[in-house]
Each structure stands twice: as C-alpha cells, then as structure tokens.
C-alpha cells in the first residue's frame, strides 16, 4: 500500500521506507496486537503507546540493525 497518499505517522514512513520491515514483521517480532501496530502506523490516529510497547518496537528494530530511538518515532 505504499504511495496511496495516506497519512502516516513516523513510525509507519519508517516502515514503508525499509523493504525489509513490514506491520506483520513487527507483530510477531513484538508479540504485539496487529491493530495496535496498524494503528500505530496510521496517520489518521492520534495514538500514543505506553512505554512497554515502545520498549518492545524500538528493542525489535535495532535486534534487526537499525539505529533508532523512541524520540524518532514519538516526541
């Protein structure tokens, strides 16, 4: 679905920049709900996680390589 011109938020333009992530890469990396990441993902909400599931997102990606932090995603 990337490029359709929906809103995204951070996280979600992380993911459709990065071919080797994807929503359900991240559920079962996380253990996390596939809506909580969809919505999380979704500009159109505003959702803000608790610190466990930030936790969980952030210690997924950098497992996986990348160099991200909390603050990249949610201020």
Do not use: H
Not at 15 to 38: A, F, H, M, P, Y
Not at 51 to 62: D, E, F, Y
């Amino acid at each position: 679905m990337f490029g359709l011109g929906k809103k995204r938020t951070p996280l979600g333009r992380f993911i459709d920049q990065n071919r080797n992530i994807s929503q359900e890469w991240l559920v079962k990396e996380t253990g996390l709900n596939r809506d909580s990441i969809s919505d999380l993902c979704d500009g159109g909400k505003n959702i803000r996680p608790r610190a466990k599931t930030v936790q969980k997102i952030i210690s997924a990606l950098r497992k996986a390589g990348y160099d991200v932090n909390a603050s990249d995603f949610w201020a």
